[in-house]
């Protein structure tokens, strides 16, 4: 009898420190994950914020800045003058239908033209390419000067350039073209303005034109058709939309930051940026 009683002394003597060290030891561990997690998290958050903060910096300013950044093509030669060449899809001509005028501001017509080489216009410049230019608001031949020309000499072409807007919002707003001579532009595959009469200078706007801006990805080419003299391009939007991001960013960048459409097997149109939400 005696000898079970201190057996069993001893062995809750044993067990019981053994008990209330392994759940000190599991609390101790539970509460080392807890910090783990806490520490993952803000450092997470940490990298997420300095990354947004440096992607940030790289979009150009919005608002009521000129935008200086434009995706351009070469120069297109002896048009014929801006009012004969405004009859033809340029784009069209020079890709066999791959691209056109209002396509190429469509997320399937973008990425239609990264996979384009050049646009193939024998007789009015030959192999076309694009690259990211930069154009000074102030400068009445910013369209010829951005491609490497010498203002007055060089009369009778068209210029095509292209900006991707990114919009946290839908929104109602105006932008404010300025151009010599014909001024077309394409918004999200619509044509949103058209207007043969050159605005009277470089940063004079005659015609500010409500545009609709969707939620995310917005695509605009803007088209100059010239004949002679002064050839420039301009753009700007309200001051309350100095939240948009505009590409090409201010270290030349553009498709890198640009969302391509897919195609699943279902065939609906998704983006890439639209995956990577999820």
């Known amino acids: ?17 053994f008990e209330r060290f392994c759940v000190l030891t599991k609390f101790q561990l539970e509460k080392g994950e807890e910090k783990m997690k806490t520490r993952l998290l803000l450092l997470c958050t940490i990298l997420v914020v300095c990354t947004s903060i440096v992607l940030a910096q790289k979009y150009q300013p919005a608002g009521e800045e ?18 004969v060449s405004a009859a033809r899809d340029w784009l069209d001509e020079g ?22 080489e050049s646009v193939n216009l024998e007789d009015n410049g030959g192999e076309l390419k694009w690259e990211v230019v930069t154009i000074n608001p102030v400068d ?10 010498v203002g007055d000499n060089i009369e009778n072409h068209e210029c095509y350039s292209i900006i991707v ?19 077309h532009i394409w918004l999200n595959g619509e044509k949103v303005y058209d207007n043969p009469t050159w605005t009277g200078g470089a940063t004079t706007v005659t015609h500010p034109t409500e545009v609709t801006l969707n939620k995310g990805q917005n695509i605009l ?58």
Request: net charge negative; proline share 5%; aromatic share 10%.
């Open 95 to 116: 890709t066999n239908g791959k691209i056109t005028d209002e396509s190429t501001s469509t997320p399937k017509g973008l990425k239609a033209l990264k996979g384009i």
């Open 66 to 83: 000129w935008i200086t950044k434009w995706y351009s093509m070469d120069l297109i030669l002896n048009t014929g003058g801006h009012t």
């Open 221 to 278: 080419l803007f088209r100059l058709g010239e004949s002679g003299g002064d050839d420039y391009i301009n753009l700007h939007f309200e001051a309350t939309d100095n939240d948009l991001k505009i590409l090409p960013t201010t270290d030349d960048k553009f498709f890198e930051y640009v969302s391509m459409p897919v195609e699943p097997a279902d065939k609906l149109a998704k983006t890439w940026g639209d995956i990577k939400q999820r």
């Open 140 to 149: 009445s031949h910013n369209c010829s000067v951005s491609h490497g020309e």
């Open 1 to 17: 009898m005696i000898d079970n009683f201190f057996k069993k002394c001893y062995i809750t003597s044993w067990i019981l420190p």
């Open 165 to 183: 807007i990114k919009s946290p919002t839908k929104r109602e707003t105006t932008m404010h073209p300025t151009h010599d001579d014909y001024g």
